[in-house]
């Protein structure tokens, strides 16, 4: 199938700093992408839909300032974590789907823990 | 939202088939039902879709009623490698194609 990477697979930083996630899609092109966050034990949990051209749309409750999507390309969306604190340290993951539709598969990327001390 | 119940935990026996059930009542027309699995600490991995019609492939069945309120992915011999969290999803035009997982079913398989 498609590959989806992301690019750090961890990462650790100081509270108050900001930490960048980028998502790629390897082998095809991908007007959309979404981001996901998961906590332990608990299921993905959609963040925002990233749109290649045009500006984020997130999901109810999930703060736009504090995470900023940028999607540069069509085979790459990057998830900035602003400010992070303690409590934002969880399992992002970023997926893209192969065609418009619902009828296409979409491939989940590897994920990144986050770590902020 | 997630649109699907599933059953929170099961067990299988290795080389046995693993039938995991899917409830998705609620689902409309042109909506396809999705399965993934999450190995811990990994990102979900596709296995496999359909809209209507039961669907096959080299790594599972997908079973759908006649109505499509329930499914079940079938995997046909399971092996300790199956071991994950398998989510079943609605995906269509109604939720901008997007994913919105459940709690999903965590399989165990047992030697």
């Known amino acids: 199938g498609a590959v989806v990477s992301q690019h750090p697979s961890r990462v650790i930083c100081k509270s108050g700093t900001s930490v960048k996630i980028e998502c790629r899609s390897l082998d095809f092109q991908a007007t959309t992408m979404f981001w996901y966050r998961q906590f332990p034990k608990q299921s993905l949990m959609l963040m925002a839909t990233?749109?290649?051209?045009?500006?984020?749309?997130?999901e109810q409750g999930v703060e736009k300032d504090k995470f900023l999507i940028n999607h540069a390309s069509l085979t790459l969306s990057t998830l900035t974590v602003t400010s992070a604190h303690p409590e934002d340290s969880s399992f992002y993951i970023c997926?893209?789907?192969?065609?418009?539709?619902?009828?296409?598969?979409?491939?989940f990327g590897p994920g990144t823990r986050l770590t902020v001390t | 939202d997630a649109k699907t119940t599933q059953p929170p935990s099961m067990d299988c026996a290795e080389g046995r088939a693993a039938n995991l059930p899917c409830n998705h009542s609620?689902?409309?027309?042109?909506?396809?039902v999705y399965w993934y699995r999450q190995i811990h600490s990994q990102g979900p991995q596709y296995i496999i879709h359909g809209l209507k019609n039961n669907e096959t492939n080299e790594m599972a069945s997908l079973i759908i009623t006649e109505d499509r309120k329930s499914s079940t992915l079938i995997l046909p011999h399971a092996t300790l490698r199956d071991t994950a969290v398998y989510y079943c999803?609605?995906?269509?035009?109604?939720?901008?194609?997007?994913?919105?997982f459940g709690t999903g079913t965590s399989l165990t398989v047992i030697p």
């Open positions: 999803i609605v995906r269509g035009a109604n939720t901008g194609n997007q994913f919105y």
């Open positions: 609620t689902i409309s027309g042109n909506e396809y």
């Open positions: 997926s893209a789907p192969t065609g418009p539709e619902a009828a296409y598969e979409q491939y």
């Open positions: 990233s749109n290649e051209g045009s500006k984020a749309t997130y």
